[in-house]
């Protein structure tokens, strides 16, 4: 069964402390990795979308890498405004099944100052 | 200012009672989703639309409702069928289907 799994649950990381959140997919056919940001009460905040393993992108303090079995969403230097809950979606090829985003459960990132 | 705006924000349903939820876009796209999130669980697919006059379930369409009559509009009925229907629902849209997904800002349904 095709699945999406971030790790770890929870974060505490002290203001200027670097990491790394992971995404880990079961998928076939990917057609896209995609990483949202999600604060209490709200919707989920566009990122990033990754195609293709070797792909990196970058904003501000984040960066997220795709391997084929694996995404990486590395925070560098985060600021306590960065906390948040961090989502991955991706999408598979489904041959005419529902076609919308499988959404992992979500990073609970807390950054103290 | 071009985006996804949803109403209510907050919305009480009563036993046997049947509620629409809002979702409108002004951002020209053609494809909008509904997904609804609980504690502890990744957002699960309801329904979603490609194009105006069309729409699919999701992976759990029991229970509710939707029309896409509009290309800026995609309401959602929660129907009494329904019967866990407290959650936190969100409506996103994209260009096109397949596409990069953005989301509204949400709303939380609780039963009275």
């Known amino acids: 069964e095709d699945q999406v799994t971030q790790s770890p649950e929870a974060l505490r990381l002290q203001e200027g402390e670097s990491s790394s959140l992971n995404c880990s997919y079961t998928v076939s056919g990917l057609r896209g990795l995609f990483w949202y940001r999600q604060d209490p009460g709200k919707g989920p905040e566009f990122l990033f979308t990754?195609?293709?393993a070797g792909e990196e992108k970058e904003k501000e303090r984040l960066k997220a890498t795709l391997t084929k079995k694996e995404s990486f969403l590395h925070i560098t230097a985060p600021k306590p405004e960065d906390s948040a809950t961090y989502l991955c979606?991706?999408?598979?090829?489904?041959?005419?099944?529902?076609?919308?985003?499988?959404f992992g459960k979500g990073t609970h990132l807390i950054i103290q100052p | 200012d071009g985006g996804i705006t949803q109403s209510p924000k907050y919305l009480f349903r009563k036993e046997g009672q049947n509620v629409t939820l809002s979702c409108e876009q002004n951002l020209n796209h053609d494809a909008m989703y509904w997904y609804r999130q609980d504690p502890g669980q990744g957002l699960r697919l309801i329904y979603y639309?490609?194009?105006?006059?069309?729409?699919q379930k999701g992976d759990i369409a029991e229970g509710y409702s939707v029309s896409r009559e509009k290309k800026e509009s995609f309401p959602l009925t929660v129907t009494s069928a329904q019967k866990n229907p407290t959650a936190f629902y969100l409506c996103?849209?994209?260009?096109?289907?397949?596409?990069?997904?953005?989301f509204g800002p949400g709303t939380r349904l609780l039963v009275l």
């Open positions: 639309s490609q194009i105006v006059n069309d729409f």
């Open positions: 990754l195609y293709s």
């Open positions: 979606a991706v999408r598979m090829y489904s041959g005419g099944g529902a076609d919308g985003l499988t």
């Open positions: 996103a849209s994209s260009i096109a289907h397949l596409e990069t997904q953005y």
